[in-house]
């Protein structure tokens, strides 16, 4: 295949890859033969991919200075104190969001210092859910008791969007289906 030979010094195999596709479909649409998934063309972009080789792109881990710009960057409003509190929790208990989102307020305790530990019950690593204990500092305590005073008391989860922070309305599917039984 010449037209991907001519392409594969300059073109990202995703590219490579994506044109394809746009080529079969519009040789179905016009009722020609399926060429592009020939085994010719199969070795040819096994061929592109090994000479294209890459190293995996991570993002930049976040250091103190960074934290501390980012947590002064927030707005003095509900939003920005929730968000100051993730930011915070996040970097002392190198937590993933799935972690921080699952935290109740049973999770965390305020210690005699002014600090704050924590349990992590389940997490990507731990799919049993051993659990494992965490620590924050201070400043972590004093951004999440601002964003727990704007929380309501009857809420199971430490962090929610923040539509989702108004009351609970009692369920009304139990007198539903009562009324019909």
Same mark, same amino acid.
């Given at each position: ?40 063309l ?8 090994r000479?294209?080789?890459s ?38 208990? /190198?937590? &993933? ?6 935290l =109740?307020?049973? @999770? ?6 002014? #600090?704050? *530990? ?24 004093? /951004?999440? &008791? ?6 309501? =008391?009857?809420? @199971?989860?430490?962090f929610?969007?923040?539509? #989702?922070? *108004? ?14 039984s």
């Open positions: 295949m010449p037209a991907v030979r001519a392409q594969m010094d300059f073109l990202k195999i995703s590219t490579l890859r994506r044109r394809l596709v746009a080529l079969r479909r519009v040789n179905r649409l016009m009722g020609f033969q399926d060429v592009p998934y020939s085994n010719e199969f070795l040819e972009m096994r061929r592109a991919s000479r294209q080789l190293a995996p792109r991570q993002a930049r881990g976040i250091n103190r200075p960074l934290l501390l710009r980012m947590i002064n960057a927030q707005p003095p409003t509900p939003i920005g104190k929730r968000n100051s509190a993730l930011l915070s929790l996040g970097y002392h208990f /190198l937590a &993933r969001r799935s972690e921080l989102a699952a =109740q307020p049973s @999770d965390i305790e305020f210690t005699k210092d002014g #600090a704050l *530990r924590g349990i992590i019950r389940r997490s990507k690593m731990d799919q049993i859910g051993s659990g494992r204990l965490v620590y924050g500092s201070t400043r972590s305590a004093k /951004l999440l &008791r601002a964003w727990l005073r704007h929380v309501p =008391q009857n809420i @199971d989860w430490i929610l969007p923040h539509a #989702a922070r *108004r009351m609970r309305k009692p369920s009304t599917f139990g007198a539903q289906h009562q009324q019909y």
